[in-house]
Each structure stands twice: as C-alpha cells, then as structure tokens.
C-alpha cells in the first residue's frame, strides 16, 4: 500500500529565516506530486505540482519553491520567510492514469513569527 | 473553466438524523468529482469519487454522493450522521488537463449527540 509522509508535523520559525519542508511517498513510482497552503483551517490553495523529477510548475508567485531531486521526494523551501507564510502545509500524490483522485500527508503547522 | 461551489460554511445536524452537504460544480466535457474530508489539525482524506456510471457513488464511513447531471449537483449524504462525523468536508473537480483538481471552499460539519 501507498503511505505518504510529511516532516516536521509543526515549525515555528522567526521572519527571514530559511524552509524546507520534506515529502516522501512510498509504495507508489512516478507519481504526481502537490503543495498546497491551507490558511485559518478553510480553503485549499494549490502552490506547486509535479509531473516528474525535476519539472515543477508554480501556480502562485510568492517566495516559496519547490524542488523535486527524486521521484517520490517533493521539497518545499524558502530563502527568508515572511509572516505571511504561516499555515498549514500539505502535500499530496495522485496516479498519473484513472481518475486522478489525491491522497494527502499529515501536514505541517507553520509559525512565522 | 471548472469550479466548485459549496454554498454552505457550516452544516449543523443531529447525530442519528441524515445529513446532506451540497456542492455544484461547472466543467466543461465529462465531470470528475470528488468528495474529500478533513479531520482537525489532519490532512484530507479521500472519501469517494464519481467518473461514469451510477449516479449514486457509495464511499468511505457510510457516506454516498449523488450526481445529478440536470442540476450539475454532486451532493454528500449520510443516512444517519454521527457525532464522529465532525469535520471538514471539501468537494473538488477534477482539471480538464489531469494535472490539478480544483478543491470547493469548503463545508464545515457538526453533529451534536
């Protein structure tokens, strides 16, 4: 079976400071792979995707990006954050054939401060 | 271009009583729909989908969904709900090109015992 994981599950780090939140998936090759920012427990916004190793596309311009050095490992990182950047975190995978439903990590809490 | 919409924030019903969470949706060619749920301080998790077929699409937990073609409808249903039930729950559509599915606001449930 699939299982995906995600570290550290919180962070609390001061403005300026450098990111990098990991992802890994296990049990599954060549998957997509996605970020998405969740604010105040609400709304999804999708941030990065990938199709495979190497190729990110970004959806939303901001100081973040993403990296993907292995197939089942999708980084996100930051040079300085902002206060803004506090949420929660979430990465997913879906197939690349069928009906593409995604299956996401634990999250990580995001503390600016 | 395809969109989601959950017009309800919130959703309050008593535990043994049905539920329904209602989402409308807009594509264009062939709807693929899903139904996801999230836990406090969890990620998603998936709960069903409709491709073809059925128009009632039975899932995870209990819960079923109708698709309802004529009305661009894809509600969420539990016969009886339970407190346990509690959650958030996010209707999505998946995007015409694969790649990304585009998530609802999402619909905030609570059952009270």
């Known amino acids: 079976s699939q299982t995906i994981h995600q570290w550290p599950a919180t962070l609390v780090q001061p403005v300026g400071s450098p990111l990098s939140l990991e992802c890994t998936v296990e049990?599954?090759?060549?998957?997509?792979l996605y970020w998405y920012r969740q604010a105040a427990g609400r709304g999804l916004q999708l941030l990065f995707y990938?199709?495979?190793?190497?190729?990110i596309s970004s959806e939303v311009p901001q100081n973040l990006s993403a990296s993907r050095p292995q197939d089942r490992q999708f980084i996100l990182s930051s040079k300085k954050l902002l206060l803004s950047d506090s949420g929660f975190y979430l990465c997913?995978?879906?197939?690349?054939?069928?009906?593409?439903?995604?299956?996401f990590g634990p999250g990580t809490r995001l503390t600016v401060t | 271009a395809q969109s989601v919409a959950q017009p309800e924030d919130q959703v309050n019903v008593a535990e043994g009583n049905p539920l329904t969470v209602k989402c409308t949706y807009s594509v264009s060619g062939n709807p693929y729909l899903f139904w996801y749920v999230q836990y406090p301080n969890r990620g998603l998790q998936f709960l069903l989908k409709y491709i073809t077929g059925d128009n009632l699409v039975k899932g995870s937990y209990g819960f079923e969904a109708e698709f309802n073609k004529s009305q661009t409808s894809f509600h969420l249903k539990k016969p009886s709900a339970l407190v346990s039930d509690s959650a958030l729950y996010f209707c999505?559509?998946?995007?015409?090109?694969?790649?990304?599915?585009?998530f609802g606001a999402g619909t905030r449930l609570f059952v009270k015992a």
């Open positions: 990938s199709v495979g190793i190497g190729q």
């Open positions: 049990g599954t090759s060549n998957p997509n």
């Open positions: 999505a559509v998946r995007d015409i090109r694969g790649f990304k599915t585009i």
């Open positions: 997913a995978w879906s197939r690349k054939a069928g009906s593409y439903e995604q299956y």
